[in-house]
């Protein structure tokens, strides 16, 4: 199976990225089939240099069956690449206190549990006062 990813390049604390057509059972940084661009995060997200892509490779590659990582996806979508959007990455943000551990969780929930109480004491003093 053929992917769309990335290949770290550049020195320490100076990352570089290639963004490679390569067989999925490959190392990160070895052999590939095609460099098809590159991405640079040092780079401001406004400048046009931050990523460049083919489209046509990339399109190509696609069309003949290849899948992208999560952010490659994403730059391809944002490029507007046909066949993109199918491979559209699913980020769905985690509820507050869904990782806790059990002590954590229970004192989150006595929190909610006290800010109900003075909700409700409150709006009953003002049904009182009124």
Known sequence: MIKLRLSRAG??????????????????????????????P???SADEKRVVINKERAEYWLS?????????????????????DKHKPSFAPKAKGSNLKK?????????KEA??????AASSAEGVAA
């Open 42 to 44: 040092l780079l401001n």
């Open 11 to 40: 020195r320490k604390n100076a990352a570089f990225y290639h963004i490679l057509a390569t067989n999925s059972t490959s190392p990160r940084d070895s052999k590939f089939l095609e460099k098809i661009g590159t991405y640079n």
């Open 115 to 120: 800010a109900a109480q003075a909700a409700a």
């Open 64 to 84: 003949v069956g290849a899948k992208p990582t999560d952010k490659v996806a994403k730059f391809l979508i944002a490029l507007g690449v046909k066949g993109a």
């Open 103 to 111: 002590k954590a969780a229970n004192k989150l929930a006595k929190e």
